[in-house]
Structure formats: structure tokens, C-alpha cells
């Protein structure tokens, strides 16, 4: 037998009635249920009917009672706590949105009977009972996750609607949310220290991917933006195993997401995972526009605008999150080999670490496992039992800073950290805005993992945390410093010596009459222009450059001649010259030899 009480909120109201299976006719003892609106009444076995005026009974539903309201802080958002028991004899909560309940209704009524609630009457007399109640106002409703300012201070909403407040809050707070709710702990933490966060000590990748997920909290307490980390190697280097060991911060590492996700599905998940770390595996290598918006729309911790039918605009979703991820090349590469110009934005978003450059891939320590596969198999089965304990763990320990003592400690670490990691780069030049960017996320999983470790959430030594992140943020840097910054720079010296040995063997000169062949040809030449395939030009000038981008900087220095009926810098030739009318570029001659002139003399 099951009564409403079971559930557990506080404080717990009057019991309603309950009664066994199929135990389902009247005692003529009817029970009162706290709150039940005029005209109403409970049977003995807790089923609702209503009674007209000339006692006649209709029946309602089964056990239920509309507990109490809430409303958020702001008071935009106001929620009906329902309370019922389903045919089974199970107890339920529902939190509804107060404008479901006023507005068309269906379905609420939908969710009550899929939850197992039975309804007798048709749904607008469900709906009437639903909105005759008139219940007290008891706790506060929020629709976010993660850190939530509410009137007796800030709390936490974790993913599984479990809140974590500090210890003096005497009203609840509640989640509003549709999506499935997914286990969130298992095993135990020390389990977790002993068998997952012990072995990465001497692992600097998994440490930094564990220190990463912890720092999600620490983002909005530091003024931080979102942040995130593209894990990057050959396939079975160990990657996912590291980015498991992140995910059993928070959540179950076997419900580890791959990128495969639409605009609105990241835009959700990144939502759900506000404050705390948005972990997803195996970037793919198809569509690198796809992949920048999605990047873009993950790292700018916002939704995008969406309008209502009434014509107004809808509440945007915000967030701040850690971004992990892994992929098998670096995000330049994936947009280099497609062609396509990578905007800086995106390496800012999501910073490339190479991944595989230990002594056992990912792993430079492997214990007394006979090999990095098995290591990384007991890895993987150790976060899957023991998870979602650090995370929680951890925000308690932020739940007992003082408000303004406790953010001035954390900002004088994570700028102790900050020039710590600085040093270790050996900069000798000015850092760039983006670099700072990302050194600053870099610098809050170093924090986290000196808090984690001072709170004993890890065991880590002060001197394996260095290590590991000044390791993991040099490799960072070291391959950003790789990357050509500017290579529209030296793009007109390659075309200047291209066509200087090339001119007169591979293009057709058409003022000698000879005529254009493009299976031996790269392209045709008068006194005044020359023009050259877009083939040709990428693969003799540009390089791993994208075309679009090596076409523009010729423009720019004035070497392209625009088409002049659209002014783009591509044209097709003539049926007569081509008939193909294979896409070319226009070279300016006259301004060609001027800077080999130019780059002669100097």
C-alpha cells in the first residue's frame, strides 16, 4: 500500500487515501483530501468524483491532490505540484507549468495518464477539477540547471533534478524539465578517488580531462565565459578513455553522446549541462560548416532567438559549460583538408590538444596493467561503476565559501595559476586576446584540480597537478604556435616563383595563336593578363590554405582582376577558348612584374 506521503516533500503533507488493488467500491466512508476544491470528494479507496447539487457522484480520476505552487524569483514562471497514485498503488510527483494547466490542458492530462493516473471523466472536466484547486505557495521553481540565485541564496540544480543547497535553506527548490531523467550516481566515491581519479595522477591528460569537468562550476564564480578542449590523436590512443574518466564527474560515462546532433539537440544538451562539463565524443569529419556552427553555438553559451506564435519572442537558453571532446585529427586539419577557412573563433571555442604524444598513447603511466588496451579497459569498466559523486562533491565545497571572501580566493588562485602556466609557455611576446581566452580555461581546470585535491575529492600531489597541466597547456600552445597565423603574407612570392618557372611550359600563350588544351595546360597568357585554373592555383600556390582565402589575399594586393558582372573574383572563359568553361582567375600582369620588381630589389 502506497501512500502520498512515500515521496517525501517537505514538509509532507496530510496523507491522502490510499487502498489495495482492485479494492475499488465505497465504505461510505469518505475521506477529506487537504485542499480539495468545493463539489469534490474522495472515496474510500482515494478516487476523486464530484457531486452535483442533487447528489449525484460522477467519477474524476484516482488518487490525486495538487500539493502546493511555486514561482520563480523573478516570477515569470509559476508551477503546480501534483501529487498522485497510480493504478499500481505507486506514488508520483508532476510539477506543471501553471499556463498548461489554463490553456489548452490535453496535455497535462496526457502525462497524468502515461504516468499511470486513471481518468474516468473526459479531459474537460479533468482539466476544471485540475484548475478549482487553490493550493499555498511552498518553495521556489526554477527551469535551469546548474547555479540558481533564489531568495535564500544560491543553489545548484544538478541534471537529475536533485538540488544542492547550502545547509541553512529551509524552503525547496524545484526543476521544471520534460527530458528523461538519467541515473546520475553510482558506486561510491572513494571507490571513484581509489580506481579512476588515483590512476590518472601521473597521467596528464586524464588529469587535465578530470579537472576540466570539475571546473564547469567555476566558470560564473571566476566571470568566465564558456570554454572547451578538442582531445585529438589516432584512433585507440586512448582518448575516449579519458574523456569517460571526465564524464564520471557527473554523469554515467556509458551514456557518453557522440556529435551527431542537430542545432536544437546541442542546444539542449548544452542547456542540461550548464556549469558543469558538456562531454561529447568523436567530432566528425564530414561537414566543417556543420561543425563550426555547432562549436559556435556550444562556446557562445546561448540559444538561438525563437519567436512564439503570438508574435513574441521566446526565452533564450543560457549557459556555461567545459567543452570536451575528442576527434582524430585537429580541427585545423579537418577544415583544411575540406578547403574550408577555419575562424579563429573555433580554435578559441575549442582549443586543440594533441592526445596521443605519451609513452602509451594518452597514457604515459599504466600501472601494473600488461598493457595501454588493458589499462584502459579497467579505466573505462571503474568509471562506469563508480560515477557521478565528484561533481556533487565538489560544488558543496563551493556551496560553503563565503560569498565574498571565498570568489576573492578563488580569482587570486586562478590568477596564481594562470602565471603559472604562463611561465611555462616561455612567452616571450605579448599573448593575443584568444590566447588569453584559453588560457584562462586552462587555468580554471588547474584550479579545480587544487581545490578537488585540498577538499581530498582526489589524492592528487601538488606536483603532479603542475606537471600535468603545464604539459598539457605547452602542447596547446606549442601547436597554435605551428600553425602558419598568416599565410596570405608570403601567398604572392609562391604565385610570383610558380608562374616565373611555370609560365611558359604550362600555360598556353594565345598571343603566339596556340590553343588552350586544360589536359596540359594550367591555364593561358597574353601580353596583359594571365589566367589560371582554380585547380592549378590551389595546388601550386595555396597549399593547405583554403583557395577562397589565398583568392582573397591576391585581391588585395590587387593581382586578381574581379569579373566585372558580378565582381567575384573567379570567371569562366569563353565556349570558344574553353568548352568546358572551366572557373579561372584573372592575374593582373602589369601588377605581377611590379612586385617581382619589388621583391628583386629588396
Not at 468545493?38 to 476523486?48: H, V
Request: aromatic share 6%.
Amino acid at each position: 500500500m502506497a501512500n502520498l506521503e512515500d515521496l517525501g516533500i517537505f514538509p509532507p503533507p496530510d496523507d491522502l487515501p490510499t487502498c489495495q488493488p482492485n479494492d475499488r467500491t465505497d465504505q461510505g466512508n469518505p475521506y477529506s483530501i487537504p485542499g480539495l476544491p468545493p463539489g469534490y470528494r474522495a472515496q474510500a479507496w482515494g478516487g476523486i468524483v464530484k457531486v452535483d447539487k442533487k447528489g449525484r457522484e460522477e467519477m474524476i480520476c484516482g488518487p490525486l491532490q495538487v500539493a502546493s505552487y511555486q514561482r520563480s524569483r523573478t516570477g515569470a514562471l509559476t508551477t503546480y505540484l501534483i501529487r498522485y497514485i497510480d493504478r499500481d498503488c505507486l506514488p508520483h510527483t508532476l510539477l506543471i507549468k501553471a499556463s498548461d494547466i489554463h490553456n489548452a490542458g490535453a496535455g497535462v492530462c496526457t502525462r497524468l495518464v502515461d504516468g499511470g493516473l486513471e481518468i474516468f471523466c473526459p479531459v474537460p472536466k479533468m482539466l476544471a477539477f485540475l484548475r478549482a484547486w487553490r493550493p499555498n505557495r511552498h518553495g521556489e521553481i526554477t527551469d535551469e540547471f546548474g547555479w540558481v540565485d533564489t531568495v535564500s541564496g544560491p543553489c545548484f540544480a544538478l541534471s537529475d533534478k536533485t538540488v544542492l543547497a547550502p545547509a541553512h535553506r529551509k524552503e525547496p527548490l524545484y526543476i521544471l524539465g520534460d527530458h528523461q531523467v538519467e541515473p546520475r550516481a553510482s558506486g561510491e566515491l572513494a571507490a571513484w578517488k581509489e580506481l579512476v581519479a588515483q590512476p590518472s595522477e601521473h597521467n596528464p591528460l586524464m588529469l587535465f580531462a578530470i579537472s576540466a569537468a570539475l571546473a564547469g562550476p567555476l566558470l560564473g564564480m571566476l566571470g568566465l565565459s564558456s570554454g572547451g578542449f578538442n582531445l585529438h590523436g589516432r584512433s585507440s590512443s586512448g582518448k575516449t578513455t579519458a574523456l569517460m574518466a571526465a564524464m564520471s564527474v557527473w554523469n554515467d560515462p556509458a551514456l557518453l553522446p557522440r556529435w551527431h546532433a542537430s542545432p536544437a539537440g546541442m542546444e539542449l544538451y548544452a542547456a542540461r549541462s550548464r556549469d558543469t562539463s558538456l562531454i561529447l565524443d568523436d567530432i566528425p569529419c564530414g561537414d566543417p560548416r556543420a561543425l563550426s556552427e555547432l562549436v559556435y553555438l556550444a562556446g557562445n553559451g546561448a540559444g538561438k532567438l525563437r519567436g512564439n506564435s503570438n508574435m513574441s519572442l521566446r526565452a533564450v537558453k543560457h549557459w556555461r559549460t567545459v567543452t570536451l571532446t575528442t576527434s582524430e585529427h585537429a580541427l585545423t586539419d579537418i577544415f583544411a583538408r575540406r578547403g574550408e577557412d577555419i575562424h579563429e573563433g573555433v580554435t578559441v571555442r575549442l582549443a586543440d590538444i594533441p592526445a596521443g604524444v605519451w609513452r602509451h598513447g594518452a597514457f604515459q603511466e599504466i600501472g601494473a596493467s600488461a598493457s595501454a588496451n588493458d589499462f584502459s579497459v579497467a579505466m573505462k569498466s571503474a568509471a562506469q561503476q563508480h560515477f557521478g559523486h565528484a561533481g556533487p562533491t565538489f560544488v558543496r565545497t563551493l556551496l560553503k565559501l563565503r560569498p565574498v571572501s571565498g570568489k576573492n580566493h578563488l580569482a587570486k588562485l586562478h590568477l596564481h595559476a594562470r602565471e603559472d602556466l604562463k611561465k611555462a609557455l616561455q612567452v616571450t611576446r605579448t599573448l593575443e586576446g584568444p590566447e588569453l581566452r584559453v588560457l584562462d580555461q586552462l587555468a580554471a581546470a588547474y584550479t579545480a584540480a587544487l581545490l578537488a585535491d585540498r577538499r581530498a575529492i582526489v589524492s592528487w600531489s601538488r606536483q603532479s597537478i603542475q606537471t600535468a597541466m603545464r604539459e598539457v597547456a605547452t602542447l596547446w600552445f606549442e601547436a597554435r604556435c605551428a600553425i602558419p597565423k598568416d599565410r596570405e603574407t608570403d601567398i604572392v612570392d609562391r604565385l610570383i616563383a610558380f608562374l616565373s618557372d611555370s609560365l611558359e611550359t604550362c600555360f598556353a600563350n594565345l598571343d603566339r595563336g596556340e590553343t588552350v588544351d586544360l589536359a596540359r595546360h594550367d591555364g593561358w597568357h597574353t601580353e596583359g593578363w594571365i589566367e589560371i585554373t582554380t585547380d592549378c592555383l590551389k595546388r601550386e600556390v595555396c597549399g593547405r590554405l583554403p583557395l577562397a582565402r589565398g583568392a582573397r589575399a591576391l585581391a588585395a594586393a590587387g593581382l586578381i582582376i574581379p569579373d566585372g558582372s558580378a565582381r567575384s573574383l573567379q570567371r569562366r572563359p569563353s565556349a570558344r577558348l574553353v568548352p568546358t568553361r572551366k572557373r579561372v582567375y584573372r592575374i593582373n600582369r602589369a601588377r605581377l612584374d611590379l612586385h617581382a620588381r619589388t621583391n628583386t630589389r629588396e
